[in-house]
């Protein structure tokens, strides 16, 4: 019977708020910059949530997730697909929002281009696992989790543009955290593999999943530390001309 590491779900989640913390602050500091010079610090901000609080998070879930004992690995192109795709959706969603004036129809239209990429990430992320198994879905289970993906898109991009005091940002990457999360592991519980001997053996990776999943929390704590740089030298530039 599968079963979850916990200690592997509780690093997906702490991922997930950390990465969207940081990229409601890049995208704050870009709302104050010119809208000419803003493309730099949406990219952050999209490799913060595309990359570290989306796709991290959805690996590190997937890591967290023992079949019963069945061997698992990842095709490293597919892998490599739904990085891009999840960053590349939000960079989209979060230049539509920062572009001229606010407007619901804008937030909806980017909110489902955003969720529907999210939706893909994952389930191209799925794909990318390679065990011995056949996968039997539950398409309403399936349904349900891309509508949570593209509300919690609406809801991402909303917050992006609105939120500007620090409480109102760690408040609004918990909620994002959750829905995030909430997407993943209603997309996981929407899929059952079943073990089947006719298929080709799969060799187990040749590292543990504590360790690749360390080593893709250290990549996602590169990315922050470059992100909380950043956000150190917009402040003391603001401060500096506001003398």
Partial sequence: ????????????????????????IATKDALLRPAENRRGLIALASLCLGGVAIWS???????AFDMDGMEMSYNGWLTAFSFYVGVGVVYVGLTLMTTGEFEISKLIMAGVLVGFGVAGMHYSGMLSM?????????WGLVTV????AVTAAIVALWLAVHVKHMWQMLISAVVMGV??????????????????????YINAMNVTSSVFSLSIATVDAVIIVLAIAQAISEANQRKFFSL
């Fill in 57 to 63: 998070m959805h690996f590190i879930g997937m890591l």
């Fill in 1 to 24: 019977m599968a079963s979850y590491d916990i200690t592997l779900v509780i690093l997906s989640f702490v991922v997930a708020v950390v990465g969207s913390l940081m990229a409601l």
């Fill in 179 to 200: 829905a995030v999360c909430g997407m993943h592991y209603t997309g996981m519980a929407a899929v059952e593999f079943v073990h089947n001997a006719a298929l080709p």
């Fill in 145 to 148: 989790s891309i509508v949570i």
């Fill in 130 to 138: 390679q065990v011995q198994a056949d996968a039997h879905w539950n």
